[in-house]
């Protein structure tokens, strides 16, 4: 467990780096999967400081990172790396300047937004195009594969699986709902024999981890951060989570993604197909962990599998 104080981390980063810093906490760490701290020296913004709490998302954020150098990708640069004399892993990369969308989206025009979301598409397009992947999964800090599973279908259910021990062993009041999503889950399965290629996907390809900067009085899109779930898979469950949600809120945001997309791949024309299955994926994921850790997500997680469990 990830139990070190503001103090410590501090005390940390300074013997690493060699010099006086000051660290202001950032992100989500009562969700306690990582500690991540905004690192000043000399009152400058000097990078980004990020210790480890689960196994794989280091070595995840790492490659990615890796993968990224010199490909013109909107994402932070590896500065240094290394562990801790406890084991805990810890990163310090460049600082990307910019406000999360999710945080300022509301104060935002559509127009704007739109420029927003075609060129958020078209960076999702570049880095899906950028090279397809001999392994699905989990891969180490220098891009190798971990497991050597060269079947989607293979490491998908694995992780259909570990979701679903994750879960039911909690016995959440809502269990029969969960359990009646898993087994409509399981029906569904088949529709992925038709995966061969991997692209790399973040896993996490929301307005909590895309950042924008105000520039002359617009709203422009900056770049992107939290690699920790990125891995080669398939790029459809991606483009369903984005693209879907955004066209449930509004169809014109949902458009100019796609087209900014498209500037570099186009769309599974089979699409539709695959939405039920990894949205129900995504409830299930996101019950299997949020109930306790963060309840408001929980329920949006609950509002997913309603969509296709009745009753």
Request: proline fraction near 2%; charge should be negative; glycine fraction near 6%.
């Amino acid at each position: 467990m990830l139990n070190y104080t503001d103090e410590q981390v501090k005390d940390i980063v300074t013997e690493i780096l060699k010099e006086e810093v000051h660290v202001i906490p950032v992100g989500n760490h009562e969700l306690k999967r990582h500690l991540v701290y905004v690192v000043e020296s000399k009152g400058k913004i000097i990078g980004v400081f990020k210790l480890y709490y689960r196994k794989n998302r280091w070595n995840r954020e790492v490659a990615t990172l890796r993968f990224f150098q010199h490909r013109n990708i909107k994402a932070p640069t590896i500065l240094n790396l290394g562990k801790l004399q406890d084991g805990t892993e810890w990163l310090f990369m460049s600082h990307i300047e910019g406000e999360t969308l999710s945080k300022v989206k509301d104060e935002i025009s559509e127009e704007n937004l739109k420029e927003i979301y075609a060129d958020i598409g078209k960076e999702l397009g570049k880095i899906h195009s950028l090279e397809t992947f001999d392994f699905f999964g989990d891969w180490d800090e220098y891009g190798n594969s971990i497991e050597n599973i060269k079947n989607f279908s293979i490491y998908f259910e694995k992780r259909v699986g570990i979701i679903f021990k994750e879960l039911f062993d909690q016995h959440l009041e809502e269990e029969q709902l969960h359990r009646k999503a898993g087994e409509l889950l399981k029906t569904m399965l088949p529709i992925l024999d038709e995966v061969k290629e991997a692209h790399l996907s973040n896993g996490d390809f929301g307005e909590r981890n895309i950042l924008v900067k105000k520039e002359a009085g617009l709203w422009k899109f900056s770049g992107l951060i939290d690699f920790e779930h990125c891995v080669p898979k398939d790029r459809d469950s991606e483009i369903i989570n984005c693209y879907y949600s955004l066209l449930e809120e509004n169809p014109n945001l949902a458009e100019s993604f796609k087209n900014g997309y498209e500037q570099y791949m186009s769309f599974n024309p089979n699409l539709e197909k695959k939405r039920a299955l990894y949205e129900i994926y995504s409830g299930l994921d996101i019950c299997s962990w949020a109930k306790i850790q963060a309840p408001d997500y929980y329920w949006e997680g609950i509002k997913i599998l309603k969509k296709y469990i009745r009753g």
